[in-house]
Every structure is written in C-alpha cells, then in structure tokens.
C-alpha cells in the first residue's frame, strides 16, 4: 500500500463532497493540532486483526455485523444507551452463531458515528433558513446552534473514548461472558410479541445450548472461534467487538491518521503504514464516493479494513474502478461492499454489480444494507421504514446472491436497544412481530436522524436470519 503520491493530507488537493466550512480556519487547525497528538483510540494490532476476520467473511467462513445508530449524540452517551447497544449487538450475533454455527465479526456504529452527510445544505425551520444539522461533531440540533464549531471535534474524540472505555469495561467484565447468557438480554426475547412458536424453538436451543457448553466447559475463558489470531483474549475483552464510523469529516480523519509499524510484520526491516486510529473499519458513504473524490483519495491510502457503501446511481464499470484504486493489489480482508438499493431496485442492480466483480476477481465482503434504500415519510410527517421492505430486500438479497453463485457474508443495520423507563422499545420503523402502525410512530419517536428497528424489531430480523442459514 505504500504509495509515495498519498499523503494524510493528499485528499486536500481533490474536491471533497458534503465539506463542512468552518468560519474560523485557525481555530479549526489548533484544534486539529490537539486531537493529532491526543492518543489514538484503537490499535494497529486490533485494525489488523478485524482485516484478517474479514478475510473469513470473504471466503465464506464468518458472518459479519454491522449495526447501531444512524448517529450518535453527545446526549446518548450513557450507560443505559451503550450497555443497551451492545447487550443486542450481542444477542444478535448469538442467534446467529447459533443459526448459522459460523463465527459472527460484529462491527457497532459507535464510539465515533457522528458526522452525517444531508441531501442539503440548508433547511427551512419556522419559515428561517439555517444550516443543516451536520452531526454533533459538527453543529447542534439546535436551529439556533447550526454554525459549525471546531471544539465539536474535539469534544467528538472525548465522548469516542469515554464510549470506548465502556464498552472495553463491559466487555471485559463478564457482560458477554457466556457464563451468563441472560446478560446477553436473551431475557427480552421472551417478550409476548415474539412468543411465536418458531422464535420459542430457537431461544430453547440456544439455551440448551449454552448450557452444554458451560457444562463441559467449553465457555472457559472466551469464544472459540476457528478464524482467530492469537489466541488469548478477543480484541476487547472476551469476545472480538468492533467500532466503526462513516469517514466524512477529512479533516477528522487525517487528524487521527498515524504512520507506524505494520502490526504483525514481524522483525526489521519493519513495513510501514497509516492507520487511521479512530475506528477500526471506517466506510465511504453513497454520497462521497466519487472517483476522483477527496474522499475515496483519503481511504486509498489507509491500511484499516474499508467499507463502500454501493447504491443504484453506481454503474458495474464505476465500482470496478472503485474497487482497482481502494485495493489495487487485491489484497484479502480490505474491502466491504454495503449494498443499499431498496427493496424495488435491487434486482436491476445487484446482479450485475456482483458479476463485475466476480469478474475482475477483487476478493470483497459482501454486505447487505437492507435500510437506507427503503426510507420514506409517513403520511403523519416522520420519517420511518416499513419492516416488510426492509425483509424484502434482505430476502431478495440472499437470493441474487445464491442465483448468481454468490453468498451474502453480512448485513448492516440502523437499530437501538433503548427501552424507556417502563422498558418500552422505540417506535420509529413501521411493521414487525409487534406490528406497529403508523399512528404508533410517534409514541416513542427518538431518533434525529435515520429510523432504526427496535429491539423487538432487530431480534425479528435476527431470526429471520438465523432460519436461512439452517435452510
Ligand atoms: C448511513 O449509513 O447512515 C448512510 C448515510 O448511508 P448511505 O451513505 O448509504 O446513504
Ligand atoms: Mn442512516
């Protein structure tokens, strides 16, 4: 990857999508200057064992999850908010597991997921014209907070880390150990929505399941999987978890970007390389994935596993070249294609997109982002996705891939496990098990940003795809 045209900085000279302008340059670079010599937040050694995890999803032998927030909020950054997240991060990858007897990488949109791109710059808020809301790293939700501030950054990176530190606590207390499986908030599957019979049948399992492995201890110490380096313990704590954002804000980037040794390539001469030490996997949105884009020129050149999000406006040849400059050398566990097209317009695009790459021979983790190609507007004014579209182009997924002698390695989702103080989940996308109607949407309507599935919502979705791989 070593490449002496890329610099950290290079995409500097390319014209960048979605770029926030910031009134005060030299506020902007102090602050910039600071987060540059702060810590980084993950490790060369965890970037490169999520790259070669992937590599497993690439060939078929590991599922991958991508899941959480649209976006995050300074606000929720809570305890309740985060052990919530992770506790159905972890339930559902354990349905998967369980499903699919394949090791599932489990990637969270959190510990940095701030920065949103909009369809607009501005917006029209009581008959005023301000800025968009941009992401809590950039400008408040606030009509009356939209300029954008730099010491949002900086803020951004303290509210990351003390998500970070959680999460790394959480995981290495016990809480996904599966000593104890109800903390994996199995107990909710028992809600009545989800006492079908079919979803009775899979929490038993799983939990005769659990229980033969505590039982000949098998569970001693952590999760064995066949696709892990090292041994030991996973990357944080007893089982592999991963972070990840949307890289939109370059300057962000760049700022957390370091040059060092290539983990694990071994002794002198040591290989060098820029890890962007903020996430572990970031993606490239469909927004900002332009060719030619300071974007794409930024993620080129940074050894973290990446993701492409790939919608309908992209032609077959576009991603090949996409795909020729983020990974000229072909190498395994780089990239992940995030396919988002909506339910009615999968089957024009799909096909052809994984014949090209097929095609070309690039090795890529194929992802299925059944949400952002299925949101519209309820006739009540919010913003929300049906659940039946939703399946719709998760199912018709699966099946492109199988016809065209492919196989989805993974799904990405918008979803929460927040539940109110009466324990009630929120109420954002349409349909489900526990059917909720449009007139229900704006019960407990939380979201600032994309609808997300709710807990009762993401476990139906887990099932679902617990039941294809046992078909
Ligand atoms: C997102 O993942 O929240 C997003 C904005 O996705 P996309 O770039 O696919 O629209
Ligand atoms: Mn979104």
Redesign the pocket.
Same mark, same amino acid.
């Given at each position: 990857m070593a490449d002496s045209n890329w610099y950290p900085s290079s995409w500097k000279s390319r014209s960048a999508a979605q770029m926030v302008d910031y009134p005060d340059q030299q506020h902007l670079q102090r602050v910039l200057t600071k987060i540059n010599a702060l810590p980084p937040l993950v490790t060369p050694a965890e970037i490169e064992r999520l790259r070669f995890q992937i590599t497993a999803v690439q060939r078929n032998e590991a599922f991958l999850l991508h899941a959480g927030d649209?976006?995050e909020s300074f606000d929720a950054c809570t305890q309740q908010n985060i052990s919530a997240k992770i506790g159905l991060i972890l339930s559902f990858s354990l349905i998967l597991i369980w499903g699919g007897r394949l090791p599932v990488v489990r990637i969270g $949109?959190i510990a940095g997921q701030y920065a949103?791109?909009r369809s607009s710059g501005t917006e029209t808020i009581d008959n005023r014209e301000v800025l968009s809301f941009r992401g809590d790293n950039v400008n408040g939700l606030d009509p009356n907070d939209r300029t954008p501030d730099p010491e949002r950054l900086l803020s951004a990176y303290f509210h990351s880390t003390a998500t970070l530190n959680y999460v790394r606590g959480l995981l290495t207390s016990g809480f996904a150990s599966l000593h104890h499986p109800r903390d994996w908030s199995l107990s909710h599957v028992r809600s009545p929505a989800l006492r079908s019979v079919e979803f009775e049948k899979i929490t038993r399992g799983l939990s005769d399941a659990l229980d033969f492995s505590h039982t000949i201890g098998a569970d001693s110490g952590r999760e064995s999987v066949p696709f892990d380096q090292g041994g030991g313990r996973g990357v944080l704590g007893e089982i592999d978890f991963y972070t990840s954002h949307?890289g939109l804000m370059l300057d962000w980037e760049q700022a957390m970007t370091r040059e060092v040794n290539v983990a694990g390539s071994g002794p002198s001469p040591q290989e060098k390389g820029f890890y962007n030490t903020s996430a572990h996997f970031i993606?490239v949105? =469909? $927004?900002?994935r332009q060719l030619d884009g300071a974007h794409i020129e930024y993620f080129r050149g940074i050894r973290n596993p990446i993701g492409i999000?790939v919608?309908p406006s992209l032609e077959n040849a576009e991603l090949i070249r996409l795909l020729q400059i983020v990974n000229p050398n072909k190498e395994s566990g780089r990239v992940t294609l995030?396919t988002?097209y909506g339910a009615g317009k999968i089957g024009d695009h799909l096909p052809g997109h994984i014949e090209a790459v097929k095609h070309s021979q690039h090795p890529v983790a194929w992802v299925c =982002?059944p949400?952002?190609g299925n949101t519209l507007t309820s006739s009540s004014g919010f913003k929300t996705r049906n659940f039946g579209t939703v399946i719709s182009e998760l199912t018709s997924c699966i099946s492109i891939h199988a016809a065209c002698g492919s196989r989805l390695g993974g799904v990405?989702l918008?979803f929460t496990g927040e539940l109110n103080d009466e324990g009630f989940s929120v109420t954002e996308c349409l349909g489900g098990s526990m059917e909720l109607s449009e007139e229900q949407l704006g019960l407990r309507y939380q979201s600032f940003? =994309?609808p997300r599935l709710n807990f009762e919502q993401s476990l139906d979705v887990a099932f679902l795809i617990s039941n294809y791989f046992k078909e």
């Open positions: 649209c976006a $949109r949103k791109p949307e993606w949105g =469909d $927004r900002t999000k919608g995030i988002r =982002d949400m952002h990405s918008e940003c =994309d």
